[in-house]
């Protein structure tokens, strides 16, 4: 005879003193790569051996996280320990670099808006980034992953250009508040010339009526005069850093660009 056990399993029950857990040795190498197992709709247990344990039950730990990453860490590929000491000693070798904020009278609130196509292997879906200055030096960024999958760069890098529409709006509104009101268009520079001519022609072609209408915002913002979307090359695309991986001197050229510098002497950079 079984029952049915229904609802997510958040908890690790253990009959006994805390020591190894049920899970037997290897069991996080049989599961396949990025397919891990979070939730369970549906589980025959053995009523002989269910209800025994739960009686018997001494302690429960909740969240196992740390014994499970420690787990995972002992199995994993000697390309996953590599990855991990590459990012330990990228963070030990860039401590000491900051952003440079020039004392300058241009207060022009100006962003960088870009997107990768598909750069996500496992979904096929685009990372947006985006980037907002103020005279020097970036003081607002971001880099998130699309929520739907575009079917074109074109697509891509219109919704990451809504996107940054929305961050443009939201700052300019701050800036009002603090007595530095923008009084022209803020300047949004993208490289997709095909994303830019999609803010100007309202008609709904057929490679791209499929787009969610809330992305079509950008066309208000920019008929309302708060936005002014233009075209800027590959090159000069400093948004382009936070979208993917790039080699090391464009990534250097691109640092320097968004105004991070590295500290050579205390309190100067």
Request: hydrophobic content about 30%; charged content about 30%.
């Amino acid at each position: 005879m079984s029952k049915e056990v229904h609802g997510d399993f958040t908890q690790e029950v253990q009959n006994g003193k805390l020591q190894d857990s049920y899970y037997s040795f290897g069991y996080w190498r049989k599961v396949p790569e990025r397919r891990w197992i979070t939730k369970s709709r549906w589980l025959h247990v053995q009523k002989s051996h269910w209800k025994p344990t739960i009686s018997n039950c001494h302690k429960t730990r909740y969240y196992v996280r740390h014994k499970s990453a420690i787990k995972v860490y002992a199995e994993s590929e000697p390309s996953t320990l590599c990855s991990s000491k590459r990012i330990l000693r990228y963070l030990r070798g860039t401590k000491d670099f900051g952003i440079w904020y020039k004392s300058t009278n241009d207060a022009k609130l100006v962003g960088y808006t870009d997107s990768d196509w598909a750069g996500s292997v496992d979904d096929m879906k685009s990372t947006s980034g985006y980037t907002f200055s103020l005279g020097s030096g970036i003081f607002s960024w971001a880099s998130k992953k699309q929520a739907t999958v575009a079917q074109s760069s074109a697509e891509a890098e219109y919704i990451a250009a809504a996107a940054t529409s929305n961050q443009a709006i939201w700052l300019r509104r701050i800036l009002e508040d603090i007595g530095e009101k923008q009084e022209e268009p803020t300047t949004i520079y993208c490289d997709n010339k095909s994303a830019i001519a999609i803010t100007k022609n309202p008609v709904q072609h057929s490679r791209t009526k499929h787009i969610d209408i809330k992305y079509h915002s950008l066309r208000e913002a920019t008929t309302r005069g708060e936005i002014e979307l233009k075209y800027c090359s590959t090159e000069e695309q400093l948004a382009d850093i936070f979208t993917k991986a790039l080699p090391r001197n464009k990534f250097e050229e691109l640092r320097m660009k968004i105004g991070v510098y590295h500290k050579h002497i205390k309190g100067e950079y």
